[in-house]
C-alpha cells in the first residue's frame, strides 16, 4: 500500500515528526533490549518484549515519514505503514504482521502459542532492524538521525 492508499483506508494521518518523539520511541526501544537480558523470563515474554522493540523502531521510521499510525488497529497500522515508508521493508512488515498476531495469541487467548525458535528469530530480527532503522532515517531524515 501506499501512504496515499492509507489516508483514504484511515489508516494512518499525516503529522510532521520530531525529534524529541523519534528519541522518545528510541528510548522505549532501547529499554525493551534491556528487558530482553532479564534472567529467568520465559520464552514468550521475551517474543513479547522483542515485539514490543520491533514496533517502537517501526514507529520511528513511520513517523520520521511524517505519518502517524491510526489507534484503532494501531500495531496492524505500524506495520502496514513500515511497507508503505519503504518497500524494502515489505518482507520485515510480513513478518513483524505474524509475530503481532502470534502476540495476540499469547497475550489474549491461550499460552504456548510461541514456540522458543521463534522468539530466538524475532530477537535477532529486532537486533537487525535496530541497527537498520537507525540508518534508514540516517539517510533519508537526517534531522531526526540519532
Excluded at 46 to 70: E, Q
Amino acid at each position: 500500500m501506499t501512504w496515499i492508499d492509507l489516508l483514504k483506508a484511515n489508516h494512518v494521518t499525516a503529522e510532521p515528526p520530531s525529534k524529541q518523539e523519534l528519541d522518545n520511541l528510541r528510548s522505549i526501544a532501547a529499554l525493551r533490549f534491556s528487558d530482553l537480558s532479564v534472567q529467568g523470563l520465559s520464552h514468550e515474554q521475551r517474543f513479547i518484549i522483542a515485539y514490543d522493540a520491533a514496533r517502537s523502531l517501526s514507529t520511528m521510521i513511520v513517523r520520521a515519514s511524517g505519518y502517524r499510525p491510526k489507534k484503532l488497529g494501531g500495531h496492524y497500522n505500524t506495520f502496514i505503514a513500515l511497507e508503505a515508508a519503504d518497500t524494502a521493508f515489505a518482507k520485515l512488515s510480513a513478518y513483524f504482521n505474524t509475530c503481532r498476531m502470534k502476540r495476540n495469541d499469547s497475550e489474549y487467548d491461550f499460552a504456548g502459542a510461541i514456540a522458543t525458535t521463534e522468539t530466538d528469530e524475532i530477537v535477532l530480527a529486532v537486533q537487525k532492524f535496530a541497527t537498520d532503522a537507525e540508518a534508514w532515517i540516517s539517510a533519508r531524515f537526517p534531522a531526526f538521525a540519532k
